[in-house]
């Protein structure tokens, strides 16, 4: 059983006409950027399609994504406003949903956090996980709707539809991750809201290491077993290339400490967060190469009492759509007060003392 510690264009080919049967046709890519595909979209919802549909095991692992909706549910609190309409995308199993049905850890006398919200829309591709507490109790405390998406890469809804958009623990899996965002702010009203959170950087990278390790040693390479993250130094410039303003982002670690090498994959497999890489080597991963990734595991990230910690790295972000009438911060040099001065005046203060 795992436990939490935190450790906190090419334009149009021009030719003439020719007699059908001489006439030469072209291959000609289609307008806009070129997506570069680096996950399998379907891979990836037959992963969670059959992590949900072991519903017992599948509740018992989410207490990764718990704990962190929870981070964002108080996050979204931080914002002195209702949101009467609220998407949720990538909703997995409604976990912020949930989390906003209880008390806010921080002012536990105000009631739930869902007091806050009007109506959430809850869109994910996997219908299973998405219905998958369809019939636990916090729906009746808020009003939730579930959105089967044909696709977690297209967002089917107006512009200016939402009065805030949260994600959480999905944005990792998107290939076209610019596009996404450029949508995320197209649905939003005019100063609303986007707060997301994704794993990135160095999720993980004890496992990471130790199979990189045990592959070369007893395989003579290393394959694509884990997948790349997003850095958070790139966020920003995702967020703003995408017309976000007013960007905020930052990083938090969760740790969790688990009996095996093998636990931490099981639990991986079962939350549907397995390696869905298009160039991942097809088949399981040798057995010999698991038993000698363990104990390179254990050499050098294990825990003095026999565990072994995997880190997630989330990244936070919270980016508003522009507005005319969105507040703005002042320009460079309006400023009237020196911090070098300042920080001067003290030391000669602290001198005289």
């Given at each position: 059983m795992a436990t939490f510690s935190i450790r906190t264009f090419i334009p149009p080919v021009t030719r003439r006409c020719l007699p059908l049967q001489a006439a030469r046709r072209y291959a000609v890519q289609a307008p806009g950027a070129p997506t570069l595909e680096i996950f399998s979209?379907?891979?990836?919802?037959?992963?969670?399609?059959?992590?949900?549909?072991?519903?017992?095991?599948?509740?018992?692992?989410?207490?990764?994504?718990?704990?962190?909706?929870?981070?964002?549910?108080?996050?979204?609190?931080?914002?002195?406003?209702?949101?009467?309409?609220?998407?949720?995308?990538?909703?997995?199993?409604?976990?912020?949903?949930?989390?906003?049905?209880?008390?806010?850890?921080?002012?536990?006398?105000?009631?739930?956090?869902?007091n806050r919200i009007g109506t959430i829309t809850c869109a994910e591709s996997s219908e299973t996980l998405l219905n998958r507490d369809a019939d636990?109790?916090?729906?009746?405390?808020?009003?939730?709707?579930?959105?089967?998406?044909?696709?977690?890469?297209?967002?089917?809804?107006?512009?200016?539809?939402?009065?805030?958009?949260?994600?959480?623990?999905?944005?990792?899996?998107?290939?076209?991750?610019?596009?996404?965002?450029?949508?995320?702010?197209?649905?939003?009203?005019?100063d609303a809201p986007f707060i997301g959170v994704m794993m990135g950087g160095d999720t993980l990278f004890e496992l990471r290491t130790a199979l990189q390790l045990a592959e070369q040693d007893r395989r003579g390479g290393v394959s694509t077993h884990t997948s790349p993250l997003a850095d958070v130094r790139?966020?920003?410039?995702?967020?703003?290339?995408?017309?976000?303003?007013?960007?905020?982002?930052?990083?938090?670690?969760?740790?969790?400490?688990?009996?095996?090498i093998f636990s931490l994959m099981k639990d991986l497999q079962a939350m549907g967060e397995s390696n869905a890489v298009l160039t991942r080597e097809k088949g399981a991963i040798h057995r010999d190469v698991l038993l000698a990734a363990e104990?390179?595991?254990?050499?050098?990230?294990?825990?003095?009492?026999?565990?072994?910690?995997?880190?997630?790295?989330?990244?936070?972000?919270?980016?508003?759509?522009?507005?005319?009438?969105q507040a703005k911060p002042l320009e460079r040099g309006t400023g009237m007060f020196s911090i070098k001065d300042y920080l001067e005046k003290n030391e000669k203060g602290e001198g005289k003392e």
């Open positions: 979209n379907q891979h990836k919802w037959q992963q969670k399609e059959r992590a949900a549909a072991d519903i017992e095991t599948s509740r018992s692992v989410d207490y990764l994504r718990n704990e962190v909706a929870s981070r964002l549910c108080e996050r979204v609190l931080d914002i002195n406003r209702h949101f009467s309409k609220v998407l949720d995308l990538g909703a997995n199993a409604c976990n912020i949903a949930h989390m906003l049905t209880l008390p806010s850890e921080d002012a536990p006398d105000q009631g739930p956090r869902a636990l109790p916090f729906n009746t405390e808020i009003d939730i709707v579930r959105d089967v998406l044909p696709t977690s890469e297209l967002l089917p809804y107006e512009a200016n539809t939402f009065d805030a958009v949260l994600s959480s623990l999905s944005l990792h899996w998107i290939n076209d991750l610019p596009s996404v965002l450029a949508q995320v702010n197209n649905v939003l009203k005019p790139d966020v920003g410039g995702l967020l703003q290339k995408a017309g976000f303003n007013l960007l905020t982002v930052d990083v938090d670690d969760i740790v969790v400490d688990f009996p095996d104990g390179i595991y254990r050499e050098l990230n294990g825990n003095e009492d026999g565990t072994l910690p995997a880190t997630f790295r989330l990244i936070f972000m919270i980016g508003w759509k522009p507005s005319p009438t």
